[in-house]
């Protein structure tokens, strides 16, 4: 089954902990993308990947790392999480740009 | 800031009645994507329009992409419960395919 899987589903940390919600596509997409979902403030990018070994910045990058060393897998490493990236995480592919398959989503709460 | 307004922002309506969501924005976008999203879930794609003015029609949904690429429209005709969830547009943008979500539409079909 064609899909993006992303894990843990759901993830309680302590401030200051380094963390990596990994991502994984089986369609061999050429495009990922990682986004956090808030209340109010609707679905934002924080990285994203056209090829392997190219990434950027979204619109809110700041507190996020992300590699991308082979086609499949997009990691989202926090490096030092804060109570204020708590929310929830949707990992993205496709093969073009024109149209996304998400993930599951993965549930962060930073206490 | 590329910005997407969406609206209404909630729509609560009963089963069978008809339904227009607008997406408007100030740029220029390569597609225009809709999803829709159920609780707890990624967004699930819908549709891309590529074209200034195309219509695209997926069963009861007609979507349209404004002659400027700038605006779409979603269509629900005779809406069942089953089309409950958030629907949200998102922008394609030129040269970075950086994807600008809008602020989502919130549906409720009662039966």
């Known amino acids: 089954e064609a899909q993006v899987t992303q894990n843990p589903r759901y993830l309680i940390t302590v401030t200051g902990k380094k963390l990596t919600v990994t991502c994984s596509q089986n369609?061999?997409?050429?495009?990922m993308s990682w986004y956090r979902q808030d209340p109010g403030l609707g679905l934002r990018q924080i990285y994203y990947?056209?090829?392997?070994?190219?990434?950027d910045k979204g619109d809110v990058p700041e507190g996020y790392k992300v590699s991308r060393k082979e086609k499949r897998n997009f990691p989202l490493i926090l490096e030092s999480p804060s109570p204020n990236q708590t929310s929830l995480y949707f990992c993205?592919?496709?093969?073009?740009?024109?149209?996304?398959?998400f993930g599951s989503g993965t549930r962060l709460t930073v206490v | 800031t590329q910005l997407l307004e969406q609206s209404p922002q909630f729509l609560s309506i009963q089963e069978g009645e008809n339904l227009t969501v607008y997406c408007n924005s100030s740029?220029?976008?390569?597609?225009l994507q809709w999803y829709r999203q159920e609780p707890g879930e990624g967004p699930v794609l819908l549709v891309t329009?590529?074209?200034?003015?195309e219509v695209k029609k997926l069963k009861r949904l007609t979507f349209q992409f404004g002659d400027a690429r700038k605006d779409s429209s979603l269509h629900i005709t005779a809406a069942q419960p089953g089309d409950t969830g958030l629907y949200l547009c998102?922008?394609?943008?030129?040269?970075?395919?950086?994807?600008?979500f809008g602020t989502g539409t919130r549906l409720q079909v009662f039966p």
């Open positions: 329009v590529v074209t200034g003015g």
């Open positions: 998102a922008g394609a943008t030129y040269n970075t395919d950086k994807l600008i």
């Open positions: 369609m061999n997409h050429e495009y």
């Open positions: 990947s056209m090829n392997v070994e190219v990434t």
């Open positions: 993205a592919s496709s093969r073009n740009g024109y149209g996304y398959t």
């Open positions: 740029s220029v976008f390569s597609s």
